[in-house]
T-cell receptor
Framework: EIVLTQSPATLSLSPGERATLSCRASQSVSNYLAWYQQKPGQAPRLLIY???NRATGIPARFSASGSGTDFTLTINSLEPEDFAVYYCQQHINWPLTFGQGTRLEIK | QVQLQESGPGLVKPSETLSLTCTVS????????WSWIRQPPGKGLDWIAYIYYSGITNYNPSLRSRVTILLDASKNQFSLELSSVTAADTAVYYC????????????????WGQGTTVIASS
């Protein structure tokens, strides 16, 4: 099973700042990595697939990069609605697995 | 647009079987992979199982002995059965869609149901 480790666990920033979230895989996942955003009481929402492709309707301030074992999600100029929990997920090997999440909170 | 809706009992007694159904609306259940994912209270996300409309299935090894996933194309539904539940199975259960046959389901989860809370308690 591929283990995904996200860092930091919690990130405290202010609106307008840039957020950088990391995800490291225990073995290479090539570019088969996705990022999700989850707000309280809601289902996760797909942000990024195949490591760097924005899903339909996702604002351009969300960008992502990486391949192999190290991945980054960047959110430029944080909006109030961006404060949530973010999960990475590998979709190359079964069982598909998620990271433990990074909580992005308002400073 | 495609929407998913979970349904089923919100309370299951320990040792009994949890049964959930996901209804797909706004599109066909054919040509895609469909999964169940759960999230225990305050915790992260765990993939449980997938089914392809042809009947291909795959299960998380951690739950394989207790899980069955089924699909009824005539009703545009798929379902989850989890036997011998314990308190550890208390979670929000999501049904989700992911890719087609091209990548054998190895795609991101692009459409999610709203989730249904299941509590395993006597």
């Amino acid at each position: 099973e591929i283990v995904l480790t996200q860092s930091p666990a919690t990130l405290s920033l202010s609106p307008g700042e840039r957020a950088t979230l990391s995800c490291r895989a225990s073995q290479s996942v090539s570019n088969y990595l996705a990022w999700y955003q989850q707000k309280p009481g809601q289902a996760p929402r797909l942000l990024i697939y195949d490591a760097s492709n924005r899903a339909t309707g996702i604002p351009a301030r969300f960008s992502a990069s990486g391949s192999g074992t190290d991945f980054t999600l960047t959110i430029n100029s944080l909006e109030p609605e961006d404060f949530a929990v973010y999960y990475c997920q590998q979709h190359i090997n079964w069982p598909l697995t998620f990271g433990q999440g990074t909580r992005l909170e308002i400073k | 647009q495609v929407q998913l809706q979970e349904s089923g009992p919100g309370l299951v007694k320990p040792s009994e079987t949890l049964s959930l159904t996901c209804t797909v609306s706004g599109g066909s259940i054919r040509s895609y992979y469909w999964s169940w994912i759960r999230q225990p209270p305050g915790k992260g996300l765990d993939w449980i199982a997938y089914i392809y409309y042809s009947g291909i299935t795959n299960y998380n090894p951690s739950l394989r002995s207790r899980v069955t996933i089924l699909l009824d194309a005539s009703k545009n539904q798929f379902s989850l059965e989890l036997s011998s539940v314990t308190a550890a199975d208390t979670a929000v259960y999501y049904c989700v869609r992911h890719g087609g046959m091209v990548r054998g389901g190895k795609d991101a989860f692009d459409i999610w149901g709203q989730g249904t809370t299941v509590i395993a308690s006597s």
